[in-house]
T-cell receptor
Framework: KNEVEQSPQNLTAQEGEFITINCSYS?????LHWLQQHPGGGIVSLFM???GKKKHGRLIATINIQEKHSSLHITASHPRDSAVYIC??????????FGTGTSLTVIP | DAEITQSPRHKITETGRQVTLACHQT?????MFWYRQDLGHGLRLIHY???????NKGEVSDGYSVSRSNTEDLPLTLESAASSQTSVYFC????????????FGQGTRLTVV
């Protein structure tokens, strides 16, 4: 049983499309992170959320603590957004649990 | 700039050999973590440390060990490498405070033949 579930697992979009990636979790958390991993690359933190909504450029992340759900949105998607997006939750005890990732491919 | 670095980036080793992967961070973070990443699984926790001389087992700790002799380093040792330990390994660090960012190394791709 995964404490963190992401959907979809794979996503292909045309350049310019609006993209949504979802994350649900089943444990009590202190924060939720959205991470980005390019093929063969390291992992970069995009957002850390404990409530509400955050925006950075074309990326928007929201979290609903009561429903234990978060979404990552990409507006006006671009081929350089192609990557694996990982949802991670930070437990009260400082450990992290990770989703299996959503592989996004944006086609020109 | 502060950073977290892993070395080597790529390693091929033979079954049964002892291997050590290095992780070094310059943020002075208390918390350090080792994960492995395999297809079909999320990142899985191997070992973690909340400070000098503190080490704890994660969910997939069998066959691995760590030591924390200073704040900056958490080396991961595979006592006797097995083919099942072929994976990509990520080190991460974070401050002790709850609502803070975690930072990840670039990863080490280990192949056990």
């Amino acid at each position: 049983k995964n404490e963190v579930e992401q959907s979809p697992q794979n996503l292909t979009a045309q350049e310019g499309e609006f993209i949504t990636i979802n994350c649900s979790y089943s444990v009590g958390i202190s924060a939720l992170h959205w991470l980005q991993q390019h093929p063969g690359g390291g992992i970069v933190s995009l957002f850390m959320l404990s409530s509400g909504k955050k925006k950075h450029g074309r990326l928007i992340a929201t979290i609903n603590i009561q429903e234990k759900h978060s979404s990552l949105h990409i507006t006006a998607s671009h081929p350089r957004d192609s990557a694996v997006y990982i949802c991670a939750v930070r437990l009260i005890g400082n450990q992290f649990y990770f989703g299996t990732g959503t592989s996004l491919t944006v086609i020109p | 700039d502060a950073e977290i670095t892993q070395s080597p980036r790529h390693k091929i080793t033979e079954t049964g050999r002892q291997v050590t992967l290095a992780c070094h961070q310059t943020w002075n973070h208390n918390n350090m973590f080792w994960y492995r990443q395999d297809l079909g699984h999320g990142l899985r926790l191997i070992h973690y440390s909340y400070g000098v001389h503190d080490t704890n087992k994660g969910e997939v700790s069998d066959g691995y060990s760590v030591s924390r002799s200073n704040t900056e380093d958490l080396p991961l040792t595979l006592e006797s490498a097995a083919s099942s330990q072929t994976s990509v390994y990520f080190c991460a660090s974070s401050p002790r405070a709850m609502n803070t960012e975690a930072f990840f190394g670039q990863g080490t791709r280990l192949t056990v033949v």
